[in-house]
């Protein structure tokens, strides 16, 4: 008799507690509140990974070289793995919010440049100007593109770039 009584009080016990963990779970799902920018703001992101040119020129071995290699390894030409960083401008309003050089991935710096940057501004209408150099070149850029935008409050707006022809994606 006291064994079924015992169960009684481990499953009302079990009751209590799952009831007050849901009441937790429930009350903290919804406070605090969350907010992806703050209010009257909107939210601009510049994201994209992007692969430059190669660092350098191929070359031709020669016939020394050649000989030294094994009969499964002779190439012609030999290329160099590592690549260009790419630089990066992104003007609002006439003010410079992100101006970054950024170094490729990879233990070889032969992968893509990556960039993931959030930029919260004012609700309205901005003027975007947005350029890339993927080249050797010191001076100007490779892309570059503009747009004027309107944001509304708590919009979230994607800026891309996708090399081959296509430049900047401005969603």
Request: net charge neutral; proline share 6%; glycine share 10%.
């Amino acid at each position: 008799m006291t064994l079924t009584f015992r169960r009684i009080g481990q499953f009302i016990g079990q009751a209590i507690f799952y009831a007050g963990f849901a009441a937790f779970l429930g009350i903290f799902a919804n406070s605090p509140p969350y907010a992806r920018v703050p209010e009257g703001s909107a939210l601009i992101k510049l994201s994209f990974a992007h692969g430059a040119k190669a660092k350098g020129g191929c070359r031709r071995l020669s016939k020394e070289e050649l000989a030294d290699l094994a009969a499964n390894m002779r190439k012609l030409d030999v290329c160099p793995r590592e690549r260009l960083p790419v630089y990066i401008r992104l003007v609002i309003d006439g003010e410079v919010m992100v101006d970054r050089n950024l170094p490729p991935s990879g233990l070889q710096s032969d992968g893509p440049s990556r960039m993931y940057e959030r930029i919260i501004l004012p609700s309205g209408a901005h003027e975007i100007m947005v350029s890339l150099r993927d080249t050797i070149r010191e001076d100007g850029f490779d892309y570059e593109s503009a747009r004027s935008i309107v944001l509304e409050p708590g919009q979230s707006f994607a800026i891309d770039f996708h090399g081959g022809g296509d430049g900047f994606i401005f969603q």
